[in-house]
């Protein structure tokens, strides 16, 4: 930061100690999927993974997962662990090829 913020401004900006951290994920569908498993693959994602961590997750969830993961209460972080959880759900799963769990970055000025 080269400007100097006081805590409120920090905490309002999303700086220094009040920073979000997510995580991009991407995952491809195997040829052969039906619409039918692909829904249920994609209901059983946030259900089990996304939910279950307490997480959030935007993104589309069409013929390809692709988006962005947070933590779902207000100002925490994602954690490495929730990611680790997250990349080892995802490879579990027979329907999907191509995961690609990215590295924490800050959720509000750190990703596409």
Same mark, same amino acid.
């Given at each position: 930061?080269?400007?100097?913020?006081?805590?409120? %401004?920090?905490?309002?900006? !999303?700086?220094?100690?009040?920073?979000? #951290?997510?995580?991009?994920? =991407?995952?491809? #569908?195997?040829?052969?999927? =039906?619409?039918?498993?692909?829904?249920?693959?994609?209901?059983?994602? *946030? =259900?089990?993974? *996304?939910?279950?961590?307490?997480?959030?997750?935007?993104?589309?969830?069409? !013929?390809? #997962?692709?988006?962005?993961?947070?933590?779902?209460?207000?100002?925490?972080?994602?954690?490495?662990? %929730?990611?680790?959880?997250?990349?080892?759900?995802?490879?579990?799963?027979?329907? #999907?090829?191509?995961?690609?769990?990215?590295?924490?970055?800050?959720?509000?000025?750190?990703?596409?």
């Amino acid at each position: 930061m080269s400007k100097q913020y006081n805590r409120r %401004q920090r905490k309002k900006l !999303h700086l220094g100690e009040f920073q979000g #951290l997510g995580f991009a994920v =991407s995952a491809a #569908l195997r040829a052969g999927v =039906s619409a039918a498993e692909a829904e249920l693959v994609c209901d059983a994602f *946030i =259900s089990e993974c *996304i939910e279950a961590t307490r997480l959030a997750y935007g993104g589309a969830i069409v !013929h390809k #997962l692709d988006g962005f993961v947070t933590a779902y209460a207000g100002r925490a972080s994602a954690t490495e662990a %929730q990611r680790s959880v997250v990349r080892d759900w995802l490879e579990a799963r027979p329907e #999907l090829m191509a995961v690609d769990v990215g590295p924490l970055v800050d959720a509000w000025y750190g990703h596409d």
